[in-house]
């Protein structure tokens, strides 16, 4: 069975969940969900959704003795944390199930003979381990604390986003300029995706000190910069018949928008959370449901998603994201904001989610007649 089959929906479904209980923990003066209190929503956002993410694209076909265990941790991990984040075992099973996906995604890359090929399994694995770095926080590392680790991984995810996005929108946009007979010459763009592969860790090591924010700021806005050059030399602007396209290059715009603007607010000393959000809510929210989709129907009916589907969830997306930056750094005094930013990320990922459901049912039954 291939992994997105099962880890996409699965995902899909978390992040439409995540987003309003957390709200509903505080607005409601309950506190349940425990485990979505405080930082918490953020840990499930990056340690659940998107390693549950990195586990779909990456993990291939895998017999039912790999996905079975590894979606029966992801699983276990996520209902833990929910109920009981405190309790040990709950703690433990994020950075196990982590720590086991990287076991089997990162040796996938080792076989490229060019280092930037090899690249992706060294990123998927310093996210994994930040799993564990969390569970070693908690437990009373002194250094750093969870709120700057999350903020570290957020740049995690910008950086393998770049990096994996490029890899997938280049040869696509290649491909379907080549029909038109339009050259592309600028493909990988292997100097600005180098530079980007050396500025962004960087980032991200700068970030964990007070001392050295303003240089992780300028860093951020070059990269900012870096990436927008390379949008443009796509020439996009010929690829107007292909929706899906577009809307996974407006999720990489997304990624030099929330680079640049967390790079302004690292370098102005402004309240960082806000920023941060335009990564983890605009551009993984654009790019992951772009990636799932277009994966999905490309298995189960061999064509590329109605234009529809991709343009009303980028639309969603971006009145979330927008959303919960103009909520600022104190969100829940602006609840009106909050609930409208996760009212729109829900239905993006629920209607992906139904969509996902319904692909499978298709590919399944067309698979039966096949044998039949």
Not at 8 to 32: H, Y
Not at 302 to 320: G, M, S, T
Request: proline share 6%; net charge positive; charged share 10%.
């Amino acid at each position: 069975m291939h992994a997105f089959w099962l880890f996409f929906p699965a995902a899909a479904l978390w992040a439409a969940l995540v987003v309003p209980l957390s709200l509903f923990a505080v607005l409601s003066g309950t506190g349940w969900p425990p485990g979505l209190i405080g930082a918490g929503h953020g840990h499930e956002l990056v340690f659940g959704f998107a390693l549950a993410l990195i586990a779909g694209y990456t993990l291939g076909p895998q017999p039912w003795r790999i996905l079975g265990p590894l979606f029966g941790l992801w699983l276990a991990a996520r209902v833990s944390w929910l109920l009981a984040p405190d309790w040990l075992v709950s703690q433990l099973l994020s950075p196990a199930f982590a720590l086991l996906l990287a076991r089997y995604v990162v040796p996938r890359f080792q076989a490229a003979k060019k280092w930037r090929n090899k690249v992706a399994g060294p990123l998927i694995l310093v996210l994994c381990l930040m799993a564990l770095a969390y569970f070693l926080v908690r437990a009373g590392l002194p250094f750093p604390d969870t709120r700057i680790l999350l903020h570290t991984a957020i740049i995690g995810l910008l950086l393998l986003m770049t990096f994996m996005g490029g890899r997938i929108i280049a040869p696509a946009v290649a491909g379907t300029l080549e029909k038109k007979g339009i050259p592309l010459e600028a493909r990988v763009q292997p100097l600005i995706e180098g530079w980007l592969l050396a500025i962004l860790p960087l980032a991200m090591v700068c970030i964990l000190f007070t001392a050295t924010e303003i240089l992780a700021g300028l860093l951020l806005l070059a990269a900012s910069l870096l990436i927008i050059v390379r949008v443009a030399r796509w020439k996009l602007w010929h690829c107007t018949d292909r929706p899906d396209l577009l809307v996974l290059a407006i999720g990489y715009l997304w990624l030099a928008a929330g680079a640049a603007v967390t790079g302004v607010h690292l370098a102005t000393g402004h309240a960082l959370l806000p920023a941060l959000h335009l990564i983890a809510v605009g551009a993984l929210g654009t790019l992951s449901c772009s990636v799932m989709l277009r994966l999905a129907w490309q298995r189960a009916c061999r064509r590329f998603p109605p234009a529809w589907q991709v343009l009303v969830i980028a639309v969603l997306i971006a009145l979330a994201g927008v959303g919960r930056y103009l909520a600022g750094p104190l969100p829940f005094s602006q609840p009106g904001l909050l609930w409208l930013a996760a009212g729109a990320w829900s239905l993006a990922y629920l209607g992906l989610l139904a969509q996902l459901l319904h692909l499978y049912s298709a590919f399944t039954q067309k698979g039966k007649a096949n044998n039949g």
